[in-house]
């Protein structure tokens, strides 16, 4: 295992995706389970708000299927871009599409009355065209029924958003969450306690950022190129395979702010070579976890 730094700066996401080649366009997609804790907010009244903004070209859609409450959900609202489904009229499958032909597009679904959980699963289609420089990005918020978030996340954005994808040209794209909801491999996304779970230690002032990750496809070593916002601190990187089981952790140690890169043998915890396939690299630091794809050839 190398480490260095460049100064100065079963159906989720671990399906294996198709990619397919349209004039100037790449397609794929990428499902996610996510997975509320709202005992504290029991009875009260919350909104679930999907924020949907368009890039360079939009082209995207977010698809909100299986939604599952044991609270009570009134009527959806819809901004921007066309939004289907019945998590607009409060009846039938509790499903909707979002789609980004504007630039901003929002889908809030109010709780008329929390319950002790709700769920649902995202699919996000990732269509990039090749002239795209700025990329579609997807967030989802927890908030009160003014629109104000209902308790502080670690998105050093000021939005405290629960997580955020952005559309950008990569397999799966760059998904990045944030503390009281946490990644749990291989495709699940779960928030807590909306306190206890945020940590109390130093944050970091902006997001992890993957530079790069080359080659990918690899046969042999990967380098994973990664920025670390100031001021730094406890980073953990680690890699998994599709099925949610910890592969390697290429490093775990204290880092400064930069742009730093960690290079991964394509070897296990126990040094053995691993198979060709799908992995997935995590970089977490700070309660931020920030996720992409790595394709393994041999």
């Known amino acids: 295992m190398k480490d260095s730094c460049v100064s100065a700066w079963g159906k989720g996401v671990t399906c294996l995706m198709t990619l397919i080649t349209w004039p100037l366009v790449l397609e794929a997609s990428a499902i996610y389970h996510v997975r509320l804790n709202t005992t504290e907010f029991v009875g009260t009244a919350r909104h679930l708000t999907f924020d949907f903004v368009s890039g360079a070209a939009p082209l995207n859609f977010a698809r909100i299927s299986d939604f599952t409450t044991d609270g009570r959900r009134g009527r959806g609202a819809a901004r921007g871009g066309p939004v289907s489904g019945?998590?607009?009229?409060?009846?039938?499958?509790?499903?909707?599409?979002?789609?980004?032909?504007?630039?901003?597009?929002?889908?809030?679904?109010?709780?008329?009355?929390?319950?002790?959980?709700?769920?649902?699963?995202?699919?996000?289609?990732?269509?990039?065209?090749?002239?795209?420089?700025?990329?579609?990005?997807?967030?989802?918020?927890?908030?009160?029924?003014?629109?104000?978030?209902?308790?502080?996340?670690?998105?050093?954005?000021?939005?405290?958003?629960?997580?955020?994808?952005?559309?950008?040209?990569?397999?799966?794209?760059?998904?990045?969450?944030?503390?009281?909801?946490?990644?749990?491999?291989?495709?699940?996304?779960?928030?807590?306690?909306?306190?206890?779970?945020?940590?109390?230690?130093?944050?970091?002032?902006?997001?992890?950022?993957?530079?790069?990750?080359?080659?990918?496809?690899?046969?042999?070593?990967?380098?994973?190129?990664?920025?670390?916002?100031?001021?730094?601190?406890d980073l953990r990187v680690r890699i998994f395979d599709v099925a949610g089981r910890l592969m390697a952790e290429p490093f775990v140690g204290k880092r400064a702010p930069g742009i730093w890169t960690t290079v991964w043998d394509a070897r296990d915890t126990k040094g053995r070579a691993i198979s060709a396939g799908v992995y997935l690299a995590e970089v977490e630091m700070g309660g931020q976890a920030l996720v992409r794809r790595v394709v393994l050839t041999r």
């Open 86 to 233: 019945g998590l607009i009229d409060g009846v039938g499958p509790a499903f909707a599409t979002v789609d980004d032909f504007s630039f901003y597009n929002q889908l809030i679904v109010p709780m008329d009355s929390v319950g002790t959980q709700s769920s649902f699963d995202l699919e996000l289609s990732e269509r990039v065209a090749a002239s795209s420089v700025t990329p579609d990005a997807f967030a989802f918020f927890f908030a009160n029924s003014d629109e104000a978030a209902a308790f502080p996340t670690v998105d050093p954005f000021g939005t405290n958003s629960l997580f955020a994808i952005d559309v950008n040209g990569q397999p799966g794209g760059d998904l990045s969450v944030f503390a009281p909801m946490r990644f749990v491999p291989p495709d699940t996304l779960v928030m807590g306690n909306s306190t206890d779970d945020v940590p109390s230690g130093s944050r970091i002032l902006g997001r992890l950022q993957f530079r790069s990750i080359i080659p990918n496809p690899s046969s042999g070593d990967v380098r994973l190129v990664y920025a670390i916002p100031a001021p730094g601190g």
